[in-house]
């Protein structure tokens, strides 16, 4: 698929899931690709979270995401199933004031609650466009990519560079960054080539012309 001069969405739950999913592909991409970047929730209700908002517009910007390209939405962590309604029209709302070509959004193998309700709505909001969906190893069971990117070895450490901005979350095992590697060279594998980040096809919306 070629990514220029389209207008392509990222979605994510919370700070940290965009890049996790696919901060390689954003990296590749922003430069010359009109991106914009929506975390649902700021989990600022979480007392021991209050710096991952800097955290998550310190990695974007590794990525190469201009601030003005970075939305934070007003949902509650936990609870977006309550939401779907809410969700939905926000969504709606992003469509007709981005315009996207394509979009991203997590995997609908992802068990998390608020990543599984985000997703049903943003493909109940953006019928008529192209969807993919991001794997977050924490939480995604039974995940395969069908839909492969090649990644440079740039990317990939650009990825691990914006991970590592999340002081908050330096324990966890998936900021591991050789898991991270990990993980793009086994999708590499998968395409034959050295680095690769996977997604799974929620909705393929093309045609053939000359």
Do not use: W
């Amino acid at each position: 698929m070629n990514f220029f001069g389209k207008r392509v969405l990222f979605l994510g739950a919370h700070p940290d899931d965009i890049e996790l999913g696919c901060g390689g592909l954003l990296h590749h991409i922003a430069k010359q690709t009109d991106v914009l970047c929506v975390t649902l929730s700021d989990n600022q209700k979480n007392p021991d979270l209050h710096n991952v908002v800097d955290e998550h517009l310190r990695s974007m910007a590794i990525l190469g995401v201009p601030r003005e390209s970075i939305v934070l939405g007003p949902f509650t962590t936990r609870i977006f199933p309550d939401a779907r309604q809410e969700i939905l029209e926000y969504f709606l709302k992003l469509r007709k004031d981005f315009k996207p070509d394509l979009i991203f959004v997590h995997s609908n193998k992802d068990v998390h609650q608020d990543h599984l309700t985000m997703t049903d709505e943003a493909l109940r909001a953006y019928r008529g466009i192209t969807v993919l969906g991001f794997d977050v190893v924490r939480s995604s069971y039974g995940f395969f990519p069908h839909f492969i990117v090649e990644m440079s070895e740039e990317d990939v450490n650009k990825k691990i560079e914006a991970l590592s901005q999340y002081e908050t979350y330096r324990d966890r095992y998936y900021f591991n960054a050789e898991l991270t590697r990990s993980i793009m060279v086994r999708h590499g594998a998968l395409a034959e080539c050295p680095f690769a980040e996977g997604f799974d096809i929620l909705r393929i919306v093309g045609k053939f012309e000359k």
